[in-house]
């Protein structure tokens, strides 16, 4: 019993077009492929060029000479339109048919989502053998999709219903550790004097309002201990100048230095 929607071309006529959609499939996880009638030589290199890594969808393939025998062992079917046809079934956006999709994959149930042709799209028999439709809230003036846009549309759905209130792959981290309180008030205490002597608090009156305003601001950014060297170093640069340059005996006394502590440290 396949764990995931198995994915229904009717009639794809390019290769590249099955392709794409076989990588699209894979990027989020779906790898069970189904074609109807496609056009004949359909296979080629442009298909796999096209699948970037995703030849494996394709291999496993299968091929049906109806739409009937496509999903006659499905139980549960949706039918992708971006036209109202006037049948009288549910429907749906992608995010609601991939939960109804997966309550019925929980229940043991083998499901499957039909796409259409490149040009036309679904014929009102193909979906009068689904259960419901899935349609996706585009821009009505200009509703049609590209079939491997309209299953990467789908399939990135799908993952996500399954992915919900888990982690992302990756999430951004720093090396270093949140600043302190006591870090960040001292750091504020220091911006505050620089700024005083510079006659920013103007009138004194509002100070306390000012000063508050730039302590929110570096509240907000959430900074850790690098971030507060940083900003420390450069207000120090403001206030004091750029540095001197090292003179020729300095720099030979500090490679001394160095050179020293470093001989002391292996003995």
Same mark, same amino acid.
């Given at each position: ?91 749906? %956006?992608? *995010? !609601?048919?991939?939960? &109804?999709?997966?309550?019925? $994959? ?5 499901? =499957? ?108 950014? %959430?900074? *850790? !201990?690098?971030?507060? &060297?940083?900003?420390?170093? $450069? ?5 004091? =100048? ?26």
């Amino acid at each position: 019993m396949s764990d995931t929607p198995i994915i229904i071309l009717v009639e794809p006529q390019l290769g590249e077009n099955i392709g794409m959609t076989a990588r699209a499939m894979a990027n989020f996880g779906l790898h069970n492929m189904r074609l109807v009638n496609p056009r004949e030589n359909w296979l080629n290199q442009k298909t796999i060029a096209a699948a970037a890594g995703a030849g494996f969808v394709i291999e496993k393939a299968s091929l049906f000479s109806s739409v009937r025998e496509a999903v006659a062992d499905l139980h549960y079917l949706y039918a992708t339109t971006a036209r109202e046809r006037g049948q009288g079934k549910p429907v749906h %956006g992608p *995010d !609601e048919a991939s939960r &109804r999709l997966s309550d019925q $994959v929980r229940d043991s149930h083998k499901v =499957g989502i039909l796409f259409g042709r490149e040009r036309t799209g679904l014929e009102n028999e193909d979906i009068a053998l689904a259960d419901a439709i899935c349609t996706f809230p585009v821009d009505p003036e200009f509703a049609s999709l590209n079939l491997s846009q309209a299953v990467l549309l789908m399939s990135y759905a799908w993952r996500s219903a399954q992915e919900e209130g888990k982690a992302l792959p990756f999430t951004h981290k720093t090396k270093w550790p949140p600043a302190s309180r006591e870090a960040l008030l001292n750091f504020f205490e220091y911006l505050d004097e620089k700024l005083d002597e510079r006659g920013f608090y103007r009138p004194a009156s509002k100070k306390p309002r000012m000063s508050m305003n730039l302590h929110n601001i570096f509240m907000r950014i %959430g900074m *850790d !201990e690098q971030d507060l &060297r940083t900003l420390r170093g $450069v207000i120090v640069r403001l206030v004091d =100048g750029p540095r001197k340059p090292y003179s020729k005996k300095a720099r030979r006394e500090a490679e001394a230095a160095l050179k020293a502590a470093k001989e002391a440290e292996e003995s």
